[in-house]
């Protein structure tokens, strides 16, 4: 069984994000955004969880979420969250997670982009396990909230992985579903054999 | 590339749940676990999404909630999540569900339960797919909301599905994370091929 050991990262981009006109905005935060991505993230010994997002009511809400879970009630009351939570951290933008990243991991990652469109230099998800597999070099899997990554953050990136399709054209998946199939998909031992 | 064909159902337990202490409960409906396992069930052709509950109260909170999305303000703001709610139904319990799909499909379900613990019976994602494509069975694949499905209700599963580990120890999935990954190794063509 060929098993994925690089570092990874995963992201939630709050900004820069589309909205469904196609502007630039910064969306807010979503509890469960933050407590099921956090939980999939541990689950796939992800060894961070970047939120990323400027605005300081935003920044302070998601601190007060973390605190809770951390070393508040909810780290009584739950344990495996407070594990869970160990892996969130807050950055106001992907500048900031890259150098974190650098120092944490020695060498800068390769960023990965994830989109519900195809773009022409989409990658299968086999075509990236293999990619990981082949090298040492951490990875940073990026979500958005909104309606699509910026054209600025999609330049950033190394790969843009292809859309997650079911059975049928349907792919309206919530962020949290969406986080939890690619990281299944990339990360877990293969099942399928 | 092989296909899964089957008439797949899938159900969300409310009751009979245990909770932490090993009690039997009913959960309360949470928002999230009908917007996101609504839109993972369409993405991957669910025929319907049953969310079981047997409290009037609670029924009736859902069923404004597939209102609004499917006839009210949110059906005109999203049509994508209309389309998504298409396929959910109330039931009040377990057997009302078998029932109705044995109506639809015209023959009664296997049933599989999904769990976080390992079973003596416990059946891995390759050998179910393999079990779903030599038949033309229906599958009904029922999720729970609390701390475990009771012993009543696993007596009635003809499978239980093995637990999801990604790369470690810790499996404490949301609902809502745990659907999504399970749908997805059940029902996706095989993209690692």
Same mark, same amino acid.
């Given at each position: 069984?060929?098993?994925?050991? +690089?570092?990874?990262?995963?992201?939630?981009?709050?900004?820069?994000?589309?909205?469904? %006109?196609?502007?630039?905005?910064?969306?807010?935060?979503?509890?469960?955004?933050?407590?099921?991505?956090?939980?999939?993230? @541990?689950?796939?010994?992800? @060894?961070?969880? !970047?939120? *990323?997002?400027?605005?300081?009511?935003?920044?302070?809400?998601?601190?007060?979420?973390?605190?809770?879970?951390?070393?508040?009630?909810?780290?009584? !009351?739950?344990?495996?969250? @407070?594990?869970?939570?160990?892996?969130?951290? *807050?950055?106001?933008?992907?500048?900031?997670?890259? %150098?974190?990243?650098? #120092?944490?991991?020695? /060498?800068?990652?390769?960023?990965?982009?994830?989109?519900? %469109?195809? !773009?022409?230099?989409?990658?299968?998800?086999?075509?990236? /396990?293999?990619?990981?597999?082949?090298? @040492?070099?951490?990875?940073? *899997?990026? !979500?958005?909230?909104?309606?699509?990554?910026?054209? +600025?953050?999609?330049?950033? #990136?190394?790969?843009?992985?292809?859309? *997650?399709?079911?059975?049928?054209?349907? +792919?309206?998946?919530?962020?949290?579903?969406?986080?939890?199939?690619?990281?299944? /998909?990339?990360?877990?031992?293969?099942?399928? %054999?």
């Amino acid at each position: 069984m060929l098993k994925i050991e +690089n570092d990874i990262y995963i992201g939630l981009l709050h900004y820069p994000i589309h909205n469904r %006109k196609g502007e630039i905005i910064t969306t807010t935060v979503t509890n469960l955004d933050l407590h099921d991505i956090t939980r999939v993230g @541990k689950t796939y010994d992800v @060894k961070k969880y !970047f939120v *990323i997002n400027h605005l300081k009511s935003q920044k302070a809400l998601i601190k007060r979420m973390m605190n809770y879970w951390t070393d508040g009630y909810g780290a009584e !009351f739950n344990k495996n969250r @407070k594990q869970a939570y160990s892996i969130m951290e *807050i950055a106001d933008n992907l500048q900031e997670v890259i %150098k974190k990243i650098t #120092c944490i991991s020695g /060498r800068k990652p390769k960023i990965v982009a994830t989109d519900a %469109k195809v !773009f022409p230099n989409s990658i299968s998800y086999k075509d990236m /396990r293999k990619k990981m597999l082949d090298s @040492k070099t951490p990875y940073l *899997i990026l !979500f958005g909230t909104g309606w699509g990554l910026t054209e +600025n953050t999609l330049e950033l #990136c190394d790969y843009i992985l292809a859309p *997650i399709y079911g059975r049928g054209e349907f +792919n309206h998946l919530s962020v949290r579903s969406a986080a939890s199939i690619i990281l299944d /998909r990339l990360l877990a031992t293969e099942w399928w %054999k």
